[in-house]
């Protein structure tokens, strides 16, 4: 199976940034989509963002365009999230995901906490 590791996350002051980066091990095959999710305290859980295997679809919640944007190294089985303009709405914890054919891998989750 797939194994994914976050890291990245931490403690900013609004209008600060971070990068997000999520690395999968194991056998991995082509054509499959990453995304990044965050829940904060008490609230659902939400897609951030997410984006295709070529990089030709992305996805952005309404409320992070503009400040955030999803990448990815397929050379690296990697994704990453640059988070700018962070606001303190974006403290949550946010898990990395990937998505291959029926099967979802989900990461281990990094914190994300944005002071005023």
């Known amino acids: 199976q797939e194994h994914l590791v976050a890291s990245g996350g931490g403690l900013v002051q609004a209008g600060g940034s971070l990068r997000l980066s999520c690395a999968a091990s194991g056998r991995t095959f082509s054509n499959y989509a990453m995304a990044w999710f965050r829940q904060a305290p008490g609230k659902d859980r939400e897609l951030a963002a997410a984006?295709?295997?070529?990089?030709?679809?992305?996805y952005y919640l309404d409320s992070v365009k503009g400040r955030f944007t999803i990448s990815r190294d397929n050379a690296k089985n990697t994704v990453y999230l640059q988070m700018n303009s962070l606001k303190p709405e974006d403290t949550a914890v946010y898990f990395c995901?990937?998505?291959?054919?029926?099967?979802?891998?989900w990461g281990q989750g990094t914190q994300v906490t944005v002071s005023s």
């Open positions: 995901n990937l998505k291959l054919a029926q099967f979802r891998y």
């Open positions: 984006i295709s295997w070529s990089g030709a679809i992305i």
